[in-house]
Structure formats: C-alpha cells, structure tokens
C-alpha cells in the first residue's frame, strides 16, 4: 500500500499567536505518530511559480488513505480551530495531497 504525502507552503503567517498555537497542537501529533516530518523549514530557492512561499513542509502519512482522511482527524480538525473560523486571516498557504 503505498504512502501519502502532504506538501505544503506557507506564503504569510497573519497571525503568529493563532499559528504558534497550530503548530504546537500539530508537533503533538507529530510526536505521538499520527505523521512524520520528512522536510521542514525556510524556502530556500522557489524554482518555478509564486516567489513569495516562506516555509514549506513534507510531511508523510502511513498509508495513501490516511493522508486523504487527516485533515478531518478530530486531533487535526483541533489544530485546525486554533487558526481561527477562517485560517485566511491567519495563515496563507497551500497544501497538497500526493502518493508514494
């Protein structure tokens, strides 16, 4: 059964209370196993498309499945509420879904 993936890029942080809290709430879940951080950190060089990506992140799932299915884990949905009812004004980022 082959892995899932989230790759992700944060262009802005709006709120860096709301998006501490995040990503607190997400290293717990890191750490309990819920997922592995493959690559995290500061954008060093956009090669292709939007030049302004801050921070990106690989992140990797067990399965294909569960990287469909976390962002409604109910941990993750938690995380999720520390950005606010509507995490635009706190954070701008994409994140994609890939399998491995």
């Known amino acids: 059964m082959p892995k ?20 607190a709430k997400w290293n717990a879940l890191v750490e309990r196993g ?24 690989v992140v990797e799932f067990e399965t294909f499945e569960k990287a469909m299915s976390f962002k409604n884990h ?3 949905v938690d995380a999720l509420n520390e950005l606010g009812d509507d995490e635009t004004l706190s954070v701008k980022r994409t994140s994609c879904v890939v399998s491995g």
């Open 34 to 57: 819920e997922a592995k951080m493959i690559a995290v950190g500061r954008v060093a060089k956009t090669q292709i498309g939007e030049k302004g990506m801050k921070f990106a992140a």
């Open 74 to 76: 109910p941990d993750y």
């Open 4 to 23: 899932g993936y989230w790759v992700n890029h944060v262009e802005e942080v709006i709120d860096q209370g709301a998006f501490d809290r995040y990503v």
